[in-house]
T-cell receptor, first 113, second 110 residues
Framework: DAGITQSPRHKVTETGTPVTLRCHQTENHRYMYWYRQDPGHGLRLIHYSYGVKDTDKGEVSDGYSVSRSKTEDFLLTLESATSSQTSVYFC????????????FGSGTQLSVL | LAKTTQPISMDSYEGQEVNITCSHNNIATNDYITWYQQFPSQGPRFIIQGYKTKVTNEVASLFIPADRKSSTLSLPRVSLSDTAVYYCLVVRSNDYKLSFGAGTTVTVRA
């Protein structure tokens, strides 16, 4: 399996607090992605990165920011968590982007109360 | 990227062949068809990709007709462990915003 580690695996937080999720890879892949998964919606892209300090928005980016200061780390930040951001968050990596296969992490279950 | 349409759910029994058809009427010349599999409490896993005709690997077969407006993922002789969500995606080399949709939930019963 591809070397992808998401942390934390589970988190419970309160509305209005900041939350940061971390994705760490050991594969030296250029592309990294953050998805959220909710019942009935499949996986929806939040943000992605195509290199260090190079990021772009996905289809559901409102309320989220990302940073990538090193190839191996991609951080997802909820500046002020809301209950609608309760979800399972998946990180993915890809070597070349586009049609090349993605490798996914095990996910982070986030509950915002 | 071309929008895809696939059934929400399918039921099957152990030992049967499962065929999931995905429609992608607006597929472009440089698009590829890709399928991912997701088990409960895990991230999706790439299973197969094709451009035209037939592709087969140890997990599944992918059938793509000449017009490429649809594709069929075939899972031979399924077992209980094939219960998962299967996603059909249309992808291309220069587009990084991969969209997964809701997928098809396949439930295999004993």
């Amino acid at each position: 399996d591809a070397g992808i580690t998401q942390s934390p695996r589970h988190k419970v937080t309160e509305t209005g607090t900041p939350v940061t999720l971390r994705c760490h890879q050991t594969e030296n892949h250029r592309y990294m992605y953050w998805y959220r998964q909710d019942p009935g919606h499949g996986l929806r892209l939040i943000h992605y990165s195509y290199g260090v300090k190079d990021t772009d928005k996905g289809e559901v980016s409102d309320g989220y920011s990302v940073s990538r200061s090193k190839t191996e780390d991609f951080l997802l930040t909820l500046e002020s968590a809301t209950s609608s951001q309760t979800s399972v968050y998946f990180c993915a990596i890809g070597e070349t982007g586009g049609k090349e296969k993605l490798f996914f992490g095990s996910g982070t279950q986030l509950s915002v109360l | 990227l071309a929008k895809t349409t696939q059934p929400i759910s399918m039921d099957s029994y152990e030992g049967q062949e499962v065929n999931i058809t995905c429609s992608h009427n607006n597929i472009a010349t440089n698009d590829y068809i890709t399928w991912y599999q997701q088990f409960p409490s895990q991230g999706p896993r790439f299973i197969i990709q094709g451009y035209k005709t037939k592709v087969t690997n140890e997990v599944a077969s992918l059938f793509i007709p000449a017009d490429r407006k649809s594709s069929t993922l075939s899972l031979p002789r399924v077992s209980l462990s094939d219960t998962a969500v299967y996603y059909c995606l249309v992808v291309r080399s220069n587009d990084y915003k991969l969209s997964f949709g809701a997928g098809t939930t396949v439930t295999v019963r004993a």
